[in-house]
């Protein structure tokens, strides 16, 4: 994406907001954008509006020196993300950014990559803040559903098959190669740097999902949460979760903790009644993405996970909790 202006000079917050705005573009359905108290927005009749909000700190979400323009994208690409949970189109997007210092590459560079993705799923800048303080990103996601009819993580029955799109664990991997002083596969940055929000899974997901969840915080934690909010439990055959070459080469049991505990998958792991496979595949050739069935939901409570030879597996860590 090229930007329409160098930044410089810049000297303060109102120089970085207005070439801010000058890069955002325009928008029939925003009333009022960037530059005055709050933004307006017209809302299309029958639709409802879905929101979401999520803050990256440097040093815990990401590097301090990692390259700006994936700080951007991944900002953005976390909070659409739980959009595309959701079964919504994302339309709008709030941007609040700390910053310790002015400087412009950076910000220039953050943007590029922000609004690349932004643009790419037809959403709109409408705001946001900019203050200085430590490194901290804030993104409000804005987006359109039909009326009752987002999916949520309540509404699993037992019978039905659990899926997940895409590969787990290829994060989580790289993150391990780097703290073990390793460099990861490209196919492992990609997916720590660059995770791609499903938003064209979710919205097809609409009215066939009977609950879903976008994996953040690894498989275990969040289909966890998916099953308390249904009220039922879940069978999880750790052989089906799907893995790329990288994980496939690793011990198994080393594999299996990376792709049900490790954070950063950003694939949606949602419910369907037994019945529908018809509808996965079909759904898996149009989108050109894979969607594995991994296990099934049960009556009772928790995610077991069991393995090829029939035997539960057992895990010490169920996903990155703050303050734990
Ligand atoms: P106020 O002081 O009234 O909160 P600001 O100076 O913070 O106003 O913001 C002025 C305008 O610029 C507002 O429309 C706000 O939404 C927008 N804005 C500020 N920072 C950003 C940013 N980082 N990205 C997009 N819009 C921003
Ligand atoms: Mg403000």
Known sequence: ??????????????????????????????????????????LPP???????????????????NAPADTVGHKSLAVCLSDLAAMGATPR???????????E??????????????????????IGGDTCSGELAINVTALGLVEPGKALTRKGACPGD???????????????????????????GLQALHKPMPRIALGTSLVEKAT???????????DLGHVVLASACGAVIDVENLPAGPELLSCESEHRW???????????LCFSIAPGRTAVLEQLSAELGLALSVIGRMVEGEGVTCVKPDGQVLELDLAG????K
């Not at 990155?320 to 303050?323: A, T």
Request: net charge negative; with cysteine; charged share 20%.
């Open 1 to 42: 994406m090229s930007l329409q202006s160098p930044i410089e000079p810049v000297t303060g917050e109102f120089d970085v907001v207005e070439w801010i705005r000058q890069q955002a573009g325009e928008d029939a359905n925003v009333a009022l954008g960037i530059g005055d108290d709050a933004a307006i927005l017209k």
């Open 46 to 64: 029958g639709r409802e509006l879905v929101i979401t909000t999520d803050t990256l700190n440097a040093g815990i979400h990401f590097a301090h």
């Open 92 to 102: 709008w997007v709030l941007l609040s950014l700390s910053l310790p210092s002015m």
């Open 104 to 125: 412009p590459a950076w910000i220039e560079s953050f943007i590029k990559g922000f609004l690349s993705l932004s643009k790419e799923f037809g959403v709109t800048l």
């Open 161 to 187: 098959l659990v899926v997940v799109s895409g590969r787990l664990g290829d994060a989580a991997l790289a993150l391990a190669r780097m703290s073990d002083g390793e460099s990861p596969a490209e196919s």
């Open 211 to 221: 609950s879903c969840i976008d994996i953040s915080d690894g498989l275990l934690a």
């Open 257 to 267: 903790h990376l792709q049900l505990t490790g954070g950063d998958d950003y694939e």
């Open 320 to 323: 990155y909790q703050h303050f």
